[in-house]
């Protein structure tokens, strides 16, 4: 069974940074697709980034048009972690962020909370 565990999340001012981690169980060296979602209150979870598999050692990273420029996805395989540095953070990025990975099945985190003020 593969656990996500997400941390990072917080309350913050617009224009502030945070940086998201999400520490998987097992080795995700080998792991072609991580990445970020978040669900808004009365809204369907989407897609933030993903960071996939281009070749042996290359990886390339995806982001929704709303967070372009704004957010960074990055992984560490050593630490089995992936990140979402989330930089000039607007009250509409508010949200619960899950982490995901795809290993056979679609795993998914506990998610964190991100609350950007005004």
């Known amino acids: 069974q593969v656990q996500l565990v997400e941390s990072g999340g917080g309350l913050v001012q617009a224009g502030g940074s945070l940086r998201l981690s999400c520490a998987a169980s097992?080795?995700?060296?080998?792991?072609?697709?991580m990445g970020w979602y978040r669900q808004a209150p009365g809204n369907q979870r989407e897609m933030v980034a993903t960071i996939t598999r281009s070749g042996r050692t290359n990886f390339q990273a995806n982001y929704a048009d709303s967070v372009k420029g704004r957010f960074t996805i990055s992984r560490d395989n050593a630490k089995n972690t992936v990140y979402l540095q989330m930089n000039s953070l607007k009250p509409e990025d508010t949200a619960v962020y899950y982490c995901?990975?795809?290993?056979?099945?679609?795993?998914w985190g506990q998610g964190t909370q991100v609350t950007v003020s005004s």
């Open positions: 995901w990975l795809y290993y056979l099945s679609n795993y």
């Open positions: 097992i080795s995700i060296s080998s792991i072609n697709a």
